[in-house]
Structure formats: structure tokens, C-alpha cells
């Protein structure tokens, strides 16, 4: 897997693979064709205004595709990451609100409005990759239980009552800026690189590589493949809590019924569009931020121009299907 | 050939483990039954047995589509979208003529199945991720065609006997669930495809090995999977009276949920027809226990518990199901 990355040069001058070249340059020219296109026909779409807009959509979606890319790198899935955001939406104005507790210090309450939420859903990870790990139960059905049950526990706990709220120190991180960056922005971007970095220069990020390139052979080497399972599902829970966190910020609400309905497709598309294949084995995390990027702007593309919501599911289906089916190609070569 | 069509055949049924499951979900069955019969004057009563019948034949008509689907090693999770947007074509031709209700709801959940084995076979794309985006469209597709909205089915055509009249006493949509399963039982028990399907979640090299139609026999699988869903659509709009585009969301979960409960390993290369519709009415009476329990206001569950519900049910479950393998695994010495 990861030979294909350096031997490149020498072994393709002979023969070029059209797939190869569409499964490494397609994404980033299908982004760059959708931005003339939007140059093009969209009106006033050369504007701050619209930059901001996709950006701030789009953040959520890259932070919790980030996760989906580390969990599909070990050739598992996590379908469970809509749910957990609605957890974490949930939990975080009841803190400062003080519905849980009444805390009379402002900074202490935010502060735990961010830490608790967070610990509380990687709990849930660990329970995902507890199931994955110990029980070889399929990482499909698994996460699947979250996904059923996440959904409810947050409205149970808000006895599916939307909770709103105006409360600065918190909703920094949805609508806060620095230097005109829109703080989530900025969060995006610092978990893409995290990530990124994780795994290219850790010793933990190229055993996710191994386990899901080949779990036998990872086993045999030596890494403790459970250990490294259960992390992946881990990092995903906390980066999707804090998506929810930021989608309640944004809002100036929490509702448990829509937080992060339907992330989990958004986030296995960005994974997919990006060129990281789905078997595992492979994190592409600036693909996963390109793909994000993609999925993005198809949707903003289509709005803008007047295409229903519905119709946009359609187009976003064809994109999956094709996307994987180019990467699937282009491995093959 | 049939030599080893036979041998195939007997090394295909696990004994130990999948009979145990099944057997389980018997016995829970008729337990929850007895609490039932015992706890609530009208949990017997012919109103409760029929109205519960005309509904959960829906559910029993996807799990049942979905169990064969899982028993090559696939998943189909477009069967919720597809029979939503089924149940809105159906509506939308129901002024027309009951049958052109009725075959346009069929043609519609076929030609999803019909797509769901194409890109499986022919672009070799994964089940799940397949009939994810299937189910995409097939979402979008039923809101766009229902201008996101439930669309009103035709009363004059008679549409509407399919899913609310009784034949014989019994409900229609009863009538159909049980022909489906007689069929699925034969195709699975008595018929080579049975074997096939059986084969090919065991392993498809080897299947394919042996000499199986592999592509042609998933792609009648998940059309027969898009199919049930679309007559559970085309129910769903009959019995209601209306086409709901929103209506099917999470309908997969409860499929794969009965398939799992009736003792179907999710991992492909067994499974049960009759532990399946087990599976189906398992859970259906665990919802009508809970609507009973509501009902004597001795709990007050929100709707938000069943969800809560229905997912430890899962857990319970697949934990039993992984010990099963398991045991399954050290007997057989592997």
C-alpha cells in the first residue's frame, strides 16, 4: 500500500493508467471544474460571503470525515458518528445551562461544556471499538447500535425538547472569529493537520495503516491490533463530539432529533471522493478535506442554481458510486 | 457435480450454532407471548393479533429480502428509501387503476434491486456502500416525485383493499407475507439457488470455483430484495392510505435486525427463513408489549425509548451471536 505511493515515477513512465491518473487527479479536478462551473453560472459566487458560508458547512463535515478516514484506514466503519454529535449537542448546554448541575462560576461551566461532552462520547468510541475488538462483531453492525441507540439517548436525555440558548463563551467555537477566520475554520484545519501529521510521522498512525492493510501480518509483526482498533474508534467519537458541539454553537440550539442527522453518509462520501479506499489500508486525510470540499460545493452548486434538495441526494449518490468505483480502478493497476 | 453439491450442502448448515439461535428465538417468542396473553385482558383479542399481523407484514416482507441478501455476505440498506418511494409511485398511479398501483410499486423497488446488483456484480463497489447510495437516491428520487410531501392513494380504484381488507378473516398483507415466505422457503431449502445463495456467502472464489453463476445469482437476489421492498411499499401506501416518502427511513435497521435476531450470521453462508420471519415478529412484539405497557401507564416511554430499545436489543444480540461463532469455531476445530 504504501509502495504505491513512492514508486510512482519509475514504474508508470511506461504505461500511464487513465483510472490511475482520474483515482489521483480526479478529485482535485472535479473541485477545480466545479469552481469555474460556480465561476461561471452561479451568481455573486466570487464573494466572501459565499467563502464563508461553504467554509463554515464544510468544517463539520472535514472534522468528522477525519475520523471516518482513520476508522476506514483499519478497514472498519463508523456509522455511529451522527448520533454521538447529537449526544454531544445534547450534553453541552444542559452543562451550562445548569440543567445537570448548577455551577455558579460562568468560566468553569463553559470549560466543562466542552471537556465533559467529549469524554462522555469517547466512552461511547471505546464502546464501539470494544465491541469491534473483543466480540469480532463487524464494525458495520457495531457502530450500527450507536447509530440506532445514540439518536435516542440524546432525545431521552432532553426529553426531545429543543434547548436554546445564547451564551457567548461557548458558541466561540461556532460563530467566533480570529483574524476573520471563522474559529471552526481554524479548528478544521488544525485537526486535518494533527491528523495528517499522525499519520505520517507516529509510530500509532503506520500501525493503522498496517492493521488495515493486512490485520494478520500486523498481528504477526507485533502490534497490538486491538489496541490500535479501539483508538481509531476513539478519535473518531471525539472529533464527531466536538462536530456536535460546534452545530449546537452555530445554532444557538440544540435539537437531539436533527444534530449531525445523516453526518455519518457525508463523512463515508468525503472518505470515499478522497481516494482513500475503502477496504483500508490507506488515510488520505488532504483527500478526505478535498473530498469534504467536493461533496460541499456539489451541494451548494445545485441549491444555488435552484436544483431541490431531494434531486441533490441523487447527484450525491451518483458521486459515491462513481468515485469508489475510479478508486477501486485505479488500485487495481 | 451433485456429489459435490451434496457434500457442499451438508458442510453449509452449521448445526450447533445456527440451530441454537433459532431455536432461540423461538422460545423467546412464545415467552413473550405467555407474558403477553397473562399481563394485558387485550393482548389475545382478535383486534391486537390482526391489526399487529397487517402491520409487521411489511417488516416481515423486507427481513425477509434482506436475509437472503445477508446470506451471500451482503448488506442492502436501500430497502427502508426504496419502499418509501414504492409506497409514492403507488399513490401516484393509484387513480389509474389498483393494479397499475400495485405493478408500478413492484417495477419500482425491482428496478433499485435490479440496480443495486449491477453495481455490485458489474462494478464490483461493496454491498454496503452500493445500496448506501442507493438508498440515497432512492430517497431523493420518492421526494422529488411526492413534491416532499405523503401523496393521497385513490379511493375508487380499490387500491386501497391490498393493505387494509381481510381474506378469509385474515388480513391481505398477512396472506402476501406468508406466499413470500413459503416461496423463500422453498427457493432456500428445496432449490439449487437455495444452495447457491447458501455458497456464495461462504465463499464466492470457491463458488465461483465450483462452477456457481455468482453475478447472476446476486443480481436476482438484491432484485428480489428490491422487489419485497417495493411490495412493502406499495402496503404501506394501501394501508395508510397514502404514499410517504419519509415514511421508510430506518426500516433497513429493523430488517437487519430481524434477519440478526432469527440467527442469520451477518457474516454470510447460513440462514433461516422460517427463524427469520421469527426474527421479525420478535421484535414486533417486543413494541406491541411496549405499547401495551404504555397504555397501562405503568411506564411512561417516550417514543424516544424505542430507539434506545431496539439498539440494546441489537447489542444483545450480536454479543450472543459472536459467542455462538465462537463456540462454533473451537468445535469445529478451526
Keep these: 500500500m504504501m509502495m504505491t505511493q513512492t514508486s510512482t515515477p519509475t514504474s508508470n513512465t511506461r504505461k500511464i493508467n487513465p483510472m490511475g491518473l482520474i483515482g489521483r487527479y480526479g478529485t482535485f479536478a472535479a473541485f477545480l471544474a466545479l469552481v469555474v462551473f460556480n465561476i461561471l453560472f452561479t451568481p455573486n459566487f466570487l464573494s466572501w460571503q459565499t467563502l464563508n458560508v461553504n467554509l463554515t458547512q464544510v468544517a463539520t463535515i472535514v472534522i468528522v470525515a477525519i475520523g471516518m478516514t482513520l476508522v476506514i484506514a483499519t478497514g472498519g466503519i463508523d456509522l455511529s458518528v451522527g448520533s454521538l454529535m447529537a449526544i454531544s449537542g445534547a450534553i453541552a448546554p444542559m452543562i451550562f445551562m445548569g440543567g445537570l448541575i448548577p455551577i455558579d462560576n460562568m468560566a468553569v461551566a463553559v470549560t466543562l461544556s466542552f471537556v465533559v461532552p467529549v469524554i462522555i462520547v469517547m466512552a461511547f468510541g471505546w464502546f464501539n471499538g470494544f465491541l469491534v475488538t473483543r466480540f469480532a462483531i463487524q464494525p458495520i453492525v457495531a457502530t450500527l447500535v450507536l447509530f440506532i441507540a445514540g439518536r435516542g439517548i440524546a432525545q431521552v436525555a432532553t426529553n426531545g425538547n429543543l434547548q436554546v440558548f445564547k451564551n457567548e463563551a461557548f458558541q466561540f467555537i461556532g460563530m467566533g472569529r480570529v483574524m476573520g477566520i471563522p474559529a471552526q475554520v481554524i479548528i478544521m484545519l488544525v485537526v486535518a493537520l494533527l491528523a495528517h501529521c499522525l499519520i505520517r510521522y507516529t509510530v500509532i498512525g503506520r500501525q493503522i495503516i498496517a492493521v488495515g492493510g493486512n490485520e494478520k501480518a500486523a498481528r504477526l509483526t507485533g502490534i497490538p491490533v486491538r489496541k490500535v482498533k479501539t483508538f481509531v474508534y476513539v478519535i473518531s467519537a471525539a472529533l464527531a463530539a466536538l462536530a456536535g458541539l460546534i452545530v449546537v454553537a452555530r445554532n444557538s440550539s440544540s435539537d437531539a432529533n436533527l444534530v449531525g442527522l445523516g453526518m455519518e453518509l457525508d463523512a463515508i462520501a468525503a472518505v470515499a471522493v478522497g481516494g482513500s479506499l475503502l477496504t483500508g489500508g490507506r488515510a488520505n486525510i488532504l483527500g478526505t478535506l478535498l473530498g469534504a470540499f467536493v461533496i460541499q460545493l456539489v451541494r451548494y452548486t445545485l441549491l444555488a442554481n435552484g436544483v431541490p434538495d431531494a434531486a441533490a441526494l441523487i447527484v450525491k449518490a451518483s458521486l459515491i458510486v462513481i468515485a469508489v468505483y475510479i478508486q477501486q480502478r485505479a488500485d487495481k493497476v | ?334
Design chain 2, 1 to 334: 457435480m451433485n456429489a459435490i453439491l451434496k457434500t457442499a450442502a451438508k458442510t453449509f448448515t452449521p448445526k450447533s450454532s445456527g440451530d441454537l439461535a433459532r431455536l432461540g428465538v423461538f422460545v423467546a417468542l412464545a415467552g413473550l407471548i405467555l407474558f403477553g396473553a397473562l399481563r394485558y385482558d387485550n393482548f389475545l383479542s382478535p383486534f391486537n393479533i390482526l391489526s399487529f399481523l397487517r402491520y409487521n407484514s411489511m417488516f416481515a416482507l423486507i427481513a425477509l429480502g434482506m436475509a437472503f441478501v445477508i446470506m451471500t455476505g451482503g448488506i442492502d440498506l436501500s430497502v427502508g428509501a426504496v419502499a418509501a418511494m414504492s409506497s409514492v409511485v403507488a399513490a401516484l398511479l393509484s387513480p389509474y387503476h389498483w393494479f397499475a398501483g400495485l405493478s408500478g410499486g413492484l417495477a419500482a423497488g425491482l428496478v433499485v434491486g435490479l440496480i443495486n446488483g449491477f453495481i455490485v456484480t458489474k462494478m464490483r463497489i461493496q454491498p454496503f456502500i452500493a445500496t448506501l447510495a442507493t438508498m440515497l437516491a432512492a430517497y431523493g428520487t420518492g421526494l422529488l416525485l411526492a413534491d416532499n410531501q405523503s401523496v393521497s392513494v385513490s379511493y375508487d380504484t380499490g387500491f386501497t383493499i391490498i393493505g387494509q381488507d381481510d381474506f378469509l378473516g385474515f388480513p391481505i398483507p398477512a396472506w402476501i407475507a406468508i406466499v413470500a415466505y413459503i416461496v423463500g422457503w422453498i427457493v432456500l431449502e428445496r432449490r439449487a439457488l437455495g444452495r447457491h445463495i447458501l455458497a456464495i456467502g461462504d465463499g464466492e472464489a470457491t463458488a465461483s470455483l465450483m462452477g456457481l453463476k455468482v453475478d447472476r445469482t446476486l443480481l436476482a437476489v438484491y432484485a428480489a430484495s428490491g422487489f419485497l421492498a417495493g411490495l412493502a411499499g406499495v402496503i404501506l401506501a394501501s394501508q395508510f392510505g397514502a404514499g410517504q416518502p419519509t415514511e421508510g427511513v430506518g426500516w433497513e435497521l429493523f430488517a437487519i435486525a430481524s434477519v440478526v435476531v432469527g440467527g442469520t450470521l451477518l457474516t454470510g453462508g447460513s440462514g433461516s427463513v422460517g427463524a427469520t420471519l421469527g426474527g421479525a415478529l420478535l421484535l414486533g412484539i417486543v413494541f406491541n408489549i411496549l405499547n401495551f405497557e404504555n397504555g397501562l401507564g405503568v411506564i411512561s416511554l417516550s417514543a424516544y425509548w424505542q430507539s434506545v430499545i431496539r439498539g440494546s436489543f441489537l447489542l444483545v444480540v450480536v454479543i450472543l451471536q459472536a459467542g455462538l461463532v465462537k463456540k462454533q469455531d473451537k468445535a469445529s476445530g478451526m
